[in-house]
């Protein structure tokens, strides 16, 4: 991979150590919480963590890459905690789980989610990657907002029946039992991997902890658009640092 580069004044690499990480884990803390403090799981160990800085050296945007040679490993993956992934069980080809994916809330500049996903596309060209995965988060663990959103999931982005993950967790909303108001946006990730062909589940996951709905998304790589695709492979050789 030719991953450390850079995008305007925007630069992605992975963690190079502890310090790192724990920077990692602050940003998290502060994105997911609002508050000061460490987001940490046994996850953090066995994870790449990818990195986007400014000129000045701070984090900005922050994610963690878990590594699955193939389905037959899927079992190990922090979405398999919540959901039953035995359907994509029977992927030969790796995957790669990209959790805790987040921006600072004071960055609104697009070239952010743009350099991580072009660092991304790095990865998963390296390394032949044909899916990605993870949970996207919504804030809260009220449903009732997102009734609009979940009912455009539902109708529209559901993945294939003999992949779509099954319920696992005991706290859990289906889609099918929300009523359709709500004036909640969708989240910007979320956005983004629907754009580029990617499905969920039929259910979200109460997460009491974290405070958020949990709702399974997979991308195949091979379903990105082909212009999305041409578009993020360039971004990705035209920023590579020397």
Known sequence: ???????????????????????????RHLCFFGSTGRDQDRFDALCRHL??????????????????????????????????LSGLARTSAP???????CVAADVLNADVLRV???????????????????????????????????????????????????PKARDIIRFADIARQGT???????????????WVSDHAVV????NTLH???CLDVASVPPARAAALRALAQAATLP
């Open 215 to 217: 709702v399974f998304t």
């Open 116 to 166: 991580a996903w072009a660092a991304l596309t790095q990865v998963v060209d390296a390394q032949g990657i044909a899916m990605l995965f993870g949970c996207s988060s919504f804030a809260g663990t009220d449903p009732a907002p997102y009734g609009k959103v979940f009912g455009r999931l539902s109708g529209k982005h559901l993945g294939p029946r003999d992949q779509r993950p099954g």
């Open 184 to 198: 909640s946006p969708m989240p910007p990730l979320l956005r983004t991997y629907l754009a580029m062909g990617g």
């Open 95 to 101: 995957m790669i789980e990209v959790g805790r994916f």
């Open 51 to 84: 990195m986007v800085e400014d000129q000045g050296g701070r984090l900005v945007a922050a994610a963690r890459v878990l590594d699955i040679p193939s389905g037959a490993q899927i079992a190990t993956s922090y979405a398999a905690q919540y959901y039953d």
């Open 1 to 27: 991979m030719t991953i450390p580069f850079q995008k305007g004044r925007y630069a992605a690499r992975f963690a190079a150590g502890p310090a790192d990480v724990m920077a990692c884990q602050r940003l």
């Open 207 to 210: 997460d009491h902890t974290m």
